[in-house]
């Protein structure tokens, strides 16, 4: 079974289009996260979210906005898409609480390509 | 501004050597130290992690090496193997931050048989 899962796993869409791509996990984690990894592998933390606060890294445009229907899910929805958010977004989760905090567990990833 | 930076960006290593990756940081709030592995085309997968109470965690053949004072830290692979092939990424995290994850730049780990 598939701990946390992403759809789609790639996506293609043009300049100014707004699209999503949702994240599941099945691990009975509170904690829900969203990377963006650039073409030279360097993965920054985008969101950091669970049932009580989000936490949005200041360097993320308001295009972005992470959505979060149940602890299960959280889904990452983007508008005005730009050349520059051609990246792999990648979900994680974690459990809360000293004793786990950071052990996150990261889903396969999107690769978002934008013409 | 990079928080947390990490050399060599890859590394070449014969099969049986010794592989280590260093890793160095500017915030002393952080108190969390992960290594993540990432093969082409999955999710990074933790690794071994240390807290700063500690100055050396090993877990088989992977070892992490902490320098409080001088702000670093290292991941030592032993007897390194091909599959041991992939990109390594340590990084760091403070306590009420949402628990999220500051990492380095990554590192090209391949193991030649």
């Known amino acids: 079974d598939t701990a946390v899962s992403q759809t789609p796993k790639y996506l293609v869409t043009q300049m100014g289009n707004d699209k999503s791509i949702k994240c599941e996990q099945n691990?009975?984690?509170?904690?829900m996260y969203w990377y963006k990894q650039d073409s030279k592998k360097f993965l920054k933390i985008m969101f950091s979210?669970?049932?009580?606060?989000?936490?949005i890294n200041e360097t993320v445009p308001n295009r972005f906005s992470p959505k979060s229907p149940d602890k299960a899910h959280l889904n990452l929805h983007i508008n005005s898409l730009e050349l520059g958010d051609s990246a792999v977004y990648f979900c994680?989760?974690?459990?809360?609480?000293?004793?786990?905090?950071?052990?996150?567990?990261f889903g396969p990833g999107t690769r978002l390509t934008v013409t | 501004q990079q928080q947390v930076k990490q050399s060599p960006q890859s590394l070449i290593v014969q099969k049986g050597g010794i592989s280590i990756i260093n890793c160095a940081y500017e915030?002393?709030?952080?108190?969390?130290f992960p290594w993540y592995q990432q093969f082409p085309g999955k999710g990074p997968a933790l690794l071994i992690a240390?807290?700063?109470?500690?100055s050396e965690k090993k877990e088989g053949r992977f070892t992490i090496s902490f320098n409080k004072s001088a702000k670093q830290f290292s991941l030592h692979i032993m007897d390194s193997q091909p599959g041991d092939s992939a990109t390594y990424f340590c990084?760091?995290?403070?306590?009420?931050?949402?628990?999220?994850?500051?990492f380095g730049g990554g590192t090209r780990l391949m193991v030649k048989p």
């Open positions: 994680a989760s974690s459990r809360t609480g000293l004793s786990f905090r950071n052990e996150q567990y």
């Open positions: 691990l009975g984690h509170d904690t």
């Open positions: 979210y669970n049932n009580k606060e989000l936490i």
């Open positions: 915030n002393t709030a952080f108190d969390y």
């Open positions: 240390i807290r700063p109470d500690v």
């Open positions: 990084a760091a995290s403070k306590n009420n931050a949402g628990n999220m994850l500051t």
